[in-house]
């Protein structure tokens, strides 16, 4: 019998331990924004908005949020994964799915999810509430980086 309370008390303190880290989670999330997400992986700020460039409503009507910033020079595939990876992680989350342009080299968008976000979409049956676009600018050379909440509804 005291084996079967131990077991019982080590499961609901197991279960506790996670309601927690869910819960801490989602306070370090809404306090800490896409800013600090930029900040952390040198990421120059470019616009900050709820509405995309443009004025382009698409994102104000999706109840979206997106950031655009930018890192001097090209960045490889690799790269660009780390980059969002560290951006996922840095909001709670990580990274669900990943797409590559098939005619591009220089374009990239992951799709990730954190707790830490309530509001959701579903993308091809997986919940994703974070959303980077990596793009490449030859003019400028600058690789350009959207990130959107819970996706980016807007040109990148």
């Known amino acids: 019998m005291k084996k079967f309370r131990a077991v019982i008390f080590l499961a609901a303190l197991l279960w506790g331990i996670a309601l927690v880290q869910i819960l801490v989670t989602r306070v370090i999330v809404s306090r800490s924004d896409f800013t600090q997400a930029f900040a952390r992986n040198q990421v120059t700020i470019l616009t900050r908005e709820t509405e995309a460039a443009n004025d382009d409503l698409r994102n104000a009507r999706n109840g979206c949020q997106c950031i655009a910033g930018s890192l001097p020079g090209t960045l490889d595939r690799a790269e660009k994964k780390a980059l969002a990876d560290d951006l996922f992680r840095s909001m709670g989350g990580g990274c669900v799915m990943e797409k590559t342009g098939n005619f591009w080299n220089d374009y990239y968008v992951a799709y990730g999810y954190t707790s830490g976000i309530s509001k959701w979409k579903n993308v091809n ?26 996706i980016i509804n807007t040109d990148f």
Do not use: H, L, Q
Request: net charge positive; charged share 25%.
């Open 125 to 150: 049956g997986k919940k994703v509430n974070m959303n980077v676009a990596i793009s490449y600018d030859e003019e400028r050379n600058m690789t350009k980086i959207v990130m959107g909440t819970p």
